[in-house]
């Protein structure tokens, strides 16, 4: 879709982000250009057509996770949606004594952080291990869940190793136990077939960026029967039927619209060509070296997440050594430092182990000659560093 030079190396990483869909942008054009109204503004057609796009939008992305329009609440993105979903429905149940929320240790920051400052305003946090596949144990959380619990935050599908939650069983649970069940979907809608009624699922988090859309736009399912409430982040206008004041940007919301009606499309189609694309690439690279295994479950994952430890490699120098594939390292949105990825080190890896993996994110505009090309570079540069023919480079911060 790209134009791509010998510098550009092959993307890799849409797990971090992917690029933006042609159709999309195609899409969004016209919000950005002629229809610049404030789709609050109601007294002009300026007005009118902007808010004509956006509500369009929403009706896009309800339909994709099975809700009504009137449940979807936009935001700036995903770490937003969490922020509102876990801290809002929190801080409006502890007016009902509820005082607890449960969470895993693999949560994206955006959830983890969130429980943190709950549990600096008093809240009592439980952060549940995982099984070494990535999984959560069931059993662990039902007990965890008690007389005053007011939330449950599972992701969906964990953007490290892209091992997929058993969404319907917690809902189930949760249901039962009446606790508000959120999940942080960034990784998942788009990906996998994902119902808000089947899975019994109370808040859910949405990104542009993660779906071939735009950055900057994402989204918040809110349940309204029975309904869910929360406490605002932002004091303002009142927009977002007071749950998000401030100003919606239409061409975001279209494009995030736009993205979910051509996941909603060609998400099968594009799964299966994804998983074989990616059975390609792991049998390329089992094939051609030894001591590399797999981190998280092997079936309970989404097809485009390849995340391999390389034994004896570490995994900076091993991406610094592939100057031609845009991969990450486990560890993502960390600081300067370069900390083991501690959604590995839930897994049960050690430091080493999780200092030797990489994430390889395929997406849809990933080609088999690109798989064919990342075969032979990871294969080349693992046994050039386990021969040690390769110079340590400085590392690189990884994002996403
Ligand atoms: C990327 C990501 C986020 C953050 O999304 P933004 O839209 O960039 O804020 C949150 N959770 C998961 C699982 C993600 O992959």
Redesign the pocket.
């Known amino acids: 879709m790209q134009e791509r030079s010998e510098e550009t190396p092959i993307y890799m990483d849409n797990?971090?982000?992917t690029p933006l869909d042609p159709r999309v942008l195609e899409a969004m054009m016209p919000y950005l250009t002629g229809h610049f109204g404030n789709p609050h503004s109601v007294h002009h057609a300026y007005g009118w057509k902007a808010v004509a796009g956006v509500e369009a939008a929403r009706a896009e992305v309800a339909e994709l996770i099975g809700a009504e329009s009137r449940e979807i609440v936009f935001t700036?993105?995903?770490?937003?949606?969490?922020n509102l979903a876990i801290k809002g429905a929190a801080r409006f149940l502890r007016r009902k004594g509820k005082n607890h929320v449960v969470t895993l240790a693999t949560?994206?920051?955006?959830?983890l952080e969130s429980c943190r400052r709950l549990e600096s305003e008093g809240f009592r946090v439980s952060i549940l291990p995982v099984e070494p596949s990535g999984l959560v144990n069931l059993q662990r959380l039902n007990e965890a869940i008690c007389e005053d619990t007011a939330l449950v935050s599972v992701?969906a599908?964990?953007?490290e190793i892209g091992v997929i939650q058993p969404l319907a069983e917690i809902g189930a649970l949760c249901r039962e136990s009446g606790v508000v069940f959120h999940s942080?979907?960034?990784?998942a809608v788009g990906k996998i077939p994902i119902d808000v009624e089947a899975m019994k699922i109370d808040l859910l988090?949405i990104?542009?960026?993660?779906v071939y859309g735009p950055?900057g736009v994402?989204a918040l399912y809110v349940r309204r029967r029975p309904r869910v409430r929360l406490e605002p982040l932002f004091d303002g206008g009142g927009q977002e039927r007071g749950l998000r004041s401030g100003t919606l940007a239409p061409a975001l919301c279209v494009g995030l619209g736009k993205a979910c009606v051509l996941a909603g499309r060609e998400m099968a189609e594009e799964a299966e060509r994804l998983l074989a694309l990616r059975r390609r690439l792991q049998d390329g690279i089992m094939a051609a070296l030894e001591g590399v295994s797999l981190n998280g479950d092997p079936d309970q994952r989404v097809a485009g997440n390849l995340n391999l430890a390389f034994e004896g490699v570490d995994g900076e120098a091993l991406i610094n050594a592939m100057p031609k594939l845009a991969v990450s390292s486990g560890s993502a949105c960390s600081s300067a430092a370069v900390e083991p990825s501690y959604v590995l080190r839930a897994l049960g890896l050690s430091d080493e182990a999780a200092r030797s993996s990489i994430r390889i994110g395929l997406g849809r505009f990933t080609t088999e000659a690109e798989v064919d090309t990342a075969v032979g570079d990871v294969a080349a540069a693992v046994t050039a560093l386990r021969r040690g023919e390769v110079a340590e480079a400085p590392a690189l911060g990884a994002a996403?």
Request: hydrophobic residues 25%; negative net charge; aromatic residues 0%.
């Open positions: 797990h971090a982000t700036s993105g995903a770490t937003e949606s969490d949560e994206h920051k955006g959830v992701m599908v964990n953007s942080d979907a960034a990784q988090s990104s542009g960026h993660k950055m994402g996403g």
